[in-house]
């Protein structure tokens, strides 16, 4: 499960998606309150990935002695617009999204339909103006945010909507998934920090071994799936990763369904 999540948390075929049919195939009951704690636990070492690989540019966030006539740059500002719209709807909707949108068979669909999205994203964007982190604008911040509310959804995958998001907004690929990262860590901090403390009376000594075992191990490999996918994203286009999403869609159809 650590491996799965490290993989698949930032590459655009939907993370919770593969976790949740990667339990199912295990026979792990995702209803269960201990397996629940373990998946945040496992997405928190996916984070702390982030952190690690990013955190000069997180502590430049922070750097407000820069001039207003200064060279543009990306501040705190522009991760803030992005997390608005998730953030609102994911508060309000939360317990609507877990009960009827986290399961098999909902989690196909969505494989399908974000493929879909990214499909047109690559076709239809306008001609590309930001090519860099430090080129984004806030307007397109906000837009990327706007498409963050479908990763609500398991399957649609964050960075799968967020790129398809930032294309539409004329954002290349890999400034898009740049950004992507950055807004995960905070937005996956707020989920995971509600779930946990909705889980303490869940949480013992005895389950520490299994869970460091998966933060562990989605650390290092989500470190690893990072400088992969930035690698990927020079030579592959979001078209690649649908066509994955229909076939992983059509295969789990005929086991789960």
């Known amino acids: 499960m650590g491996i799965i999540e490290g993989l698949t948390e930032f590459l655009p075929v939907s993370s919770t998606g593969h976790m949740i049919l990667t339990a199912n195939l295990l026979g792990l009951n995702t209803e269960n309150d201990t397996v629940k704690t373990f998946e945040v636990i496992v997405q928190l070492g996916a984070v702390l990935a982030v952190v690690v690989l990013y ?23 522009h991760i803030i ?6 953030g609102l709807i994911g508060v309000l909707f939360r317990d609507v999204i877990k009960q009827y949108l986290f399961g098999p068979e909902t989690v196909l669909y969505s494989l399908v339909i974000g493929g879909l999205l990214m499909i047109a994203a690559e076709k239809f964007h306008p001609p590309i103006r930001s090519h860099t982190l430090d080129e984004i604008t806030y307007k397109q911040a906000f837009t990327i945010g706007l498409f ?14 967020t790129m398809s998001g930032g294309l539409f907004a004329r954002v290349s690929h890999t400034a898009a998934a740049e950004f992507t990262f950055l807004v995960s860590v905070p937005v996956m901090l707020g989920a995971s920090g509600i779930d946990m403390i909705k889980s303490m009376d869940h949480l013992s000594m005895s389950d520490f071994p299994v869970f460091a075992a998966g933060f562990i191990t989605a650390f290092i490999v989500g470190m690893l799936a990072i400088k992969t996918f930035l690698g990927l994203l020079k030579r592959l286009s979001l078209t690649t990763f649908a066509i994955y999403r229909f076939v992983l869609a059509a295969v789990f159809f005929f086991i789960i369904l």
């Not at 955190?55 to 500002?77: A, E, G, H, V």
């Not at 963050?148 to 909507?161: H, N, T, Y």
């Open 55 to 77: 955190w000069r540019r997180f502590l430049s966030l922070f750097d407000f002695r820069r001039k207003i006539s200064s060279q543009p740059r990306l501040n705190l500002l």
């Open 81 to 86: 617009l992005a997390m608005i719209p998730a």
């Open 148 to 161: 963050q509310v479908l990763a609500l959804w398991p399957g649609f995958s964050r960075s799968g909507s």
